[in-house]
């Protein structure tokens, strides 16, 4: 069965490191999401790429950055993590045009300490 | 600044009455209205869509209305049980899909 897959699920880091996200998508959807979910705030955009070699910014994407080299992954990279970033991220993908909705993967919960 | 709201961040039922979510959106552009379900310590599933074209749409206990005038959604859950206890986001896209607004959610808890 098609799935998405986010790793690791829990991780703690330092202030300072660099940290990246892992998701995998076996939907073969062309469009890839990453959110982020924080009380009172919902689920807000960080980047999204339409497709390989495609990225673009969402409204919460500083201190973020993605590259999508292949359809399948779509790494999530903190620069220097910031305690502002502790947060659950889940990654998304979706077919693209003329087919909607998100599928979702089951989120990593970042500690930055 | 917000572009889909859901006012209330949480709401609790009786078990069998009927449990209504609200989300409010501002842009006029929008054309596809998603809700989704959220169980702690897992992501967001689908559960019910409507398009700019409808005013209603039914899916079992679930129906989700839009009043595109008042730039309104509701999600009414008939009759409710416990296992409906969930976060509830509203979602809104413009006509090509592809990219979803969320709302902030509203925390539903069903009371046996």
Known sequence: DAEITQSPRHKITETGRQVTLACHQTWNHNNMFWYRQDLGHGLRLIHYSYGVHDTNKGEVSDGYSVSRSNTEDLPLTLESAASSQTSVYFCASSPGQGAFGYTFGSGTRLTVV | ?112
């Open chain 2, 1 to 112: 600044d917000q572009q889909v709201k859901q006012n209330s961040p949480s709401l609790s039922v009786q078990e069998g009455r009927i449990s209504i979510l609200n989300c409010d959106y501002t842009n006029s552009m929008f054309d596809y209205f998603l809700w989704y379900k959220k169980y702690p310590a897992e992501g967001p599933t689908f559960l019910i869509s409507i398009s700019s074209i409808k005013d209603k749409n039914e899916d079992g206990r679930f129906t989700v209305f839009l009043n595109k005038s008042a730039k309104h959604l509701s999600l009414h859950i008939v009759p409710s049980q416990p296992g409906d206890s969930a976060v509830y986001f509203c979602a809104a896209s413009g006509n090509t899909g592809n990219q979803f607004y969320f709302g902030t959610g509203t925390s539903l808890t069903v009371i046996p």
